[in-house]
């Protein structure tokens, strides 16, 4: 293993970070070194009575899909998600689905295209980083929001602890606004210089406190696109 390569910390739920390890990995050889540290931890909420039948669900998160898919077995609704990753979760649940651009603002833009008179349900957890359903209600299109999981914070793993305490060049992807945030407050005072890739500008603003090193904004809210930005951290100069 190269040892003069920065090391990659991810601090997405397991499942999605080890899926990303895989990729970056994929791109940028096997050896990489990886450390994974989720921040926050997924848990499943009991919403109550779900409400009563509606024509569209809109899934803005592979955990929406997860955690809604096992509190109810109704599929007859199609499913609008944001993105291919969310949509192929959607899939996998027996849902029919139509596929966003990849954000929540182009996805209700799409909703308020082709709606019709439809009603639908948001599926989300307790923190959002855009209400779509207060969007797409304030537009005269119901829309019930239904509340199905948190996201807890949790602390780093001592691995990541000791990765940070360290003077070195860390690789750190940062996909919401909230992680982000949570990012800032469990690294607060951290000695490694942090190349941060942000998937949207309010991502790299909610990273600011964090003071990173060097900063890319991926030019699509996907994981190809923040592989790009990973691209551009690692050829920077003084990476390490």
Known sequence: MDQARPTLLLTRP???????AQAFRDRFGADWPVVMSPLTEIRTRDPGPIPPETDGVIF???N???????LTPRRDAI??????????????AGFSVQVGPGDAAGLVNAI????????????????????????????GIETVSVIVYEQLAVAPTPQA???LASPEAVLLPLFSPRSARIAAERFAG???????????????????????????IATHPDGSSMLDALAALIAAPNIA
């Open 190 to 216: 951290c000695a490694a210089h942090l190349r941060i890739a942000a998937m949207s500008d309010a991502v790299a603003e909610a990273a600011a406190d964090l003071n990173p090193g060097t900063l890319r």
């Open 14 to 20: 397991e499942a999605q970070s080890r899926r990303f």
């Open 112 to 139: 308020k295209a082709r709606n019709g008179g439809t009603r639908y349900m948001f599926p989300r957890g307790v923190h959002v980083a855009r209400d779509v359903a207060a969007e797409l209600n304030s537009a």
């Open 60 to 62: 803005t998160s592979q």
């Open 79 to 92: 499913a609008w998600c944001v993105g291919d990753r969310t949509a192929e979760a959607a899939r996998s």
């Open 161 to 163: 602890e000791k990765l």
């Open 64 to 70: 929406a899909v997860t955690a809604y898919a096992a």
